[in-house]
């Protein structure tokens, strides 16, 4: 996950473009990650150094930690240690990026440490969002404008490990201010309680059949009662899940029955409200969160031509 945040971080920079990301994110799933970008990413090698070994790869018969340790440059241990760090997400996105020659690992490097000071990360905190700490990544990464709104990054933590879990494991997520948005369909749902909450997932419809086909696990082509069941359950079991948490911690709420919408809008306070961009490999789209659910209004989308 932290390879779609940290290479949007390099789009939003300059550094890349869309289409280098797109193809950079679809090499990774099937990048291995080479030592010499482990170790230049653990500060074990320098640059150089991994050039040497690479030359004389072309001359052995030899793996690149054989020759590095031979040539003293790192220990049996630490070449073990880098075995296990192949798998690292930042890295597969650093090969990915190294092999398309869209950046030099040194260049990767610098941003990635401009990265953490941008965000004044800890090194610990780094190293949780690097190794695909959702916790940590919502928490750090997610920017919530107002102190009132810290409550709902629980939340959104929640509901991003439930995409990962049911829809897709490649999720990039944006929280802005809500006001007005338009919708081709709309499901929510009303928490109720002590601490109330209007819930809702907004998408056109090719993302709504995505949704609702990965979560049926079934291919669904038409936005009819099964694939508006789908979804609707989606939000459903995860809200379920969202109340056994609250719950654990001394906060009983309940849910209300859900609710589907066609070609709809909705009006919401921005002071009370939240909207969340969920991009996936499956399309985009919102999370709407209100904490004063009497506040919104859900209403027919006006027509071509005609004003509300």
């Given at each position: 996950m932290f390879s779609q945040y940290f290479g949007h971080y390099l789009l939003n920079n300059g550094l890349i473009t869309a289409q280098q990301l797109k193809t950079a994110l679809d090499l990774q799933k099937t990048t291995h990650v080479k030592f010499g970008v482990i170790a230049v990413d653990e500060g074990l090698l320098t640059s150089k150094q991994v050039e040497e070994?690479?030359?004389k790869q072309k001359q052995l018969d030899k793996r690149f930690g054989e020759i590095a340790v031979e040539l003293g440059y790192l220990s049996n241990e630490q070449v073990e240690?880098?075995?296990s760090s192949q798998k690292k997400n930042h890295l597969l996105l650093a090969q990915a990026v190294v092999d398309q020659n869209y950046m030099t690992i040194e260049e990767f490097t610098k941003a990635l440490n401009e990265y953490k000071r941008v965000h004044s990360?800890?090194?610990?905190?780094?190293?949780a969002i690097k190794s695909g700490d959702i916790d940590a990544i919502v928490g750090s990464l997610v920017q919530m404008n107002h102190t009132e709104k810290e409550g709902y990054a629980e939340y959104v933590s929640l509901f991003v490990k439930n995409i990962v879990r049911f829809i897709d494991d490649e999720v990039y997520v944006e929280a802005s201010e809500a006001?007005?948005?338009?919708?081709?369909?709309?499901?929510?749902?009303?928490?109720?309680?002590?601490?109330?909450l209007w819930t809702a997932i907004a998408a056109d419809e090719k993302v709504f059949l995505e949704?609702?086909?990965?979560?049926?696990?079934?291919?669904?082509?038409?936005?009819?009662?099964?694939?508006?069941?789908?979804?609707?359950e989606f939000l459903n079991l995860h809200n379920g899940i969202f109340l056994v948490n609250?719950?654990?911690?001394?906060?009983e709420l309940e849910m209300k029955p859900q609710k589907v919408d066609h070609a709809s809008a909705v009006s919401v306070s921005k002071e009370n409200a939240l909207c969340v961009s969920v991009q996936t490999s499956k399309g985009s789209f919102q999370l709407l969160l209100s904490y004063l659910p009497e506040s919104v209004v859900v209403?027919?989308?006006?027509?071509?031509?005609?004003?509300?």
């Open positions: 070994i690479h030359e240690i880098m075995l990360l800890s090194d610990e905190k780094f190293e006001n007005n948005v338009e919708a081709e369909w709309l499901v929510s749902q009303e928490i109720t309680g002590e601490e109330p949704i609702a086909s990965a979560f049926a696990e079934e291919e669904l082509t038409d936005a009819d009662e099964l694939a508006q069941a789908s979804v609707s609250m719950s654990n911690k001394g906060t209403f027919e989308k006006p027509k071509e031509n005609q004003t509300v």
